[in-house]
């Protein structure tokens, strides 16, 4: 499936639900018992929704070198998110006016971040790929650089930088990986067979 679709999918849900979210709100053409189940309904989707867009984001070549990477900065940026929109949606539900009723909005998306966080947990979809002349860094976002980009290499204390032309870095916490040895042994002959041995730099 197309991984636009599915954050396009996404979307429309979460803007679909602050539609109904204010006719509700401020007119009378939905009624409590009626918005009880257009809530659940939409909700359900736009959980389901964001899975997919996890999932169809995370898809690479089959023959690609994988490694599993997922790292304490991906889960403390899902946790400020979380606590975020369940702050604001206490807020609005405890304020005694009208916009409690949007404190759903923000329930919902503190809530799919934990299911989404857990659905990447268990798919493995927080990775770094080497395929072909492409790096690929799935965690919050996706990151890619191609080896004719990159201008240097360097790795120090844990951390390996892939500085770009354009001033561009993407760093990886290579001492978080599971698969350090073989990652590093794959990122060698990565290195290798993009002839990019002159652009590392010593420790």
Do not use: P
């Amino acid at each position: 499936m197309n991984s636009l679709f599915s954050i396009l999918l996404k979307n429309i849900i979460l803007l679909s639900l602050i539609v109904i979210s204010l006719v509700f709100v401020f007119t009378q053409y939905i009624g409590y018992k009626e918005v009880r189940y257009i809530f659940l309904g939409t909700g359900i989707l736009y959980v389901l929704a964001s899975c997919l867009e996890a999932y169809t984001l995370s898809q690479i070549k089959k023959d690609s070198k994988k490694f599993i990477y997922f790292t304490d900065g991906f889960i403390a940026k899902r946790i400020i998110k979380i606590i975020s929109f369940t702050c604001i949606g206490v807020l609005m539900y405890i304020s005694g006016s009208i916009i409690k009723y949007m404190a759903f909005i923000c329930f919902l998306i503190a809530f799919t971040e934990i299911v989404v966080t857990v659905w990447r947990k268990l798919k493995n979809l927080c990775f770094v790929a080497l395929e072909d002349d492409i790096l690929i860094i799935s965690t919050n976002k996706i990151d890619t650089t191609s080896a004719k980009e990159i201008q240097k290499i360097e790795t120090r204390h844990g951390l390996t930088y892939f500085v770009n032309y354009n001033k561009k870095t993407i760093t990886l916490r290579t001492d978080m990986m599971n698969e350090n040895a073989e990652f590093k042994l794959a990122l060698e002959n990565w290195i290798d067979s993009n002839g990019l041995r002159d652009k590392v730099v010593a420790e």
